[in-house]
C-alpha cells in the first residue's frame, strides 16, 4: 500500500504576496527617509551669509580699474572656506582678496559700518587710509596698525554714518581661500581683474557671486562711481 500523504499547512500565494510588497513599501519608505535625513542634515550644516556687497569702479580710469567689498560671516555648525568670489562670472584670483577675521576688528561696528573706497593708484592699488580715512600713498598710516606693518597689506577706514567713530580694519593679503568657523566672519577687499568693469558700467547692476564651496548665492550690486 502506498503511504497516506499528509497535508501539510502553507503560506497561500496571496499571502505571500502581500508580505512582499509590504516589506518593499517599508524598505523603499526607510531608504527615502534616510536619505532625506543626510540631505537635511547636510544643509543645514554648512552656511554662508553675505552683506554689505560693494563694487567701485575708477571713472578716470579707461583700463577698468575696479575694487569691491563685502562681509562674510559662517551661519552653520561646521568650518567652512570661502573659496570663490566672482564678479560678471570672471572669478577674482586669491591674490587679490584682502581680508580679515580677526573678531578685535570684524565687529558689528565694523561689518555694519559703509565700506570705504578711497581711490586707487596708477597699479590699480587701493590706497591706504589716513587717519581721517582718505586715500593717500601705499604707506601705514593709520596707528591702530603700526604694530605689525609686515602682515598688512591694506589699511581701511571705515565710515559709521552720524558717528565720529571710524573702525579701522588691517587686511592681509590672502595666498588661499579664507576659512570660517563657525559664527565668524570677515571682511574681505578685493580687486578685480583689469578690464572686467569698464567706466561705461557705473551706476550699472552687476553680479557677485560669493561662495564657500556648495554654499553661498550670487547678488546684484550697482556698481559705484566714488
Known sequence: MFPRIKNKKAISTVLTT???LVASVVLATSVVIYG????QTGAQSQGLATSGIKIWINSTASQGY???AAA???????????DTISVRGTAVPFSNWYFTSDPLQ??????????????????????NSTTT??????????????????????IIQEVIPGTAINPTVCLAQASGP???????????????????????DAG???????????????ATVTVANP
Request: proline share 3%; net charge positive.
Open 36 to 39: 532625506t535625513s543626510l540631505f
Open 178 to 200: 579664507v576659512s570660517l568657523k563657525p559664527g565668524q566672519a570677515a571682511i574681505v577687499y578685493f580687486k578685480l581683474p583689469d578690464g572686467v568693469l569698464k567706466t561705461v
Open 66 to 68: 575696479a575694487w569691491g
Open 18 to 20: 502581500m508580505i512582499i
Open 133 to 154: 580715512g582718505v586715500g593717500t600713498a601705499r604707506m601705514f598710516a593709520v596707528s591702530s596698525c603700526n604694530a605689525a606693518t609686515s602682515t598688512h597689506a591694506l
Open 72 to 82: 562674510v560671516r559662517n551661519t552653520g555648525d561646521k568650518l567652512i572656506s570661502v
Open 106 to 127: 570684524v565687529t558689528s561696528e565694523n561689518i555694519q559700518a559703509a565700506f570705504n573706497y578711497t581711490a586707487v593708484d596708477a597699479n590699480n592699488m587701493m590706497k
Open 204 to 218: 550699472v547692476a552687476s553680479s557677485v557671486a560669493i561662495y564657500a564651496s556648495q554654499v553661498g548665492a550670487p
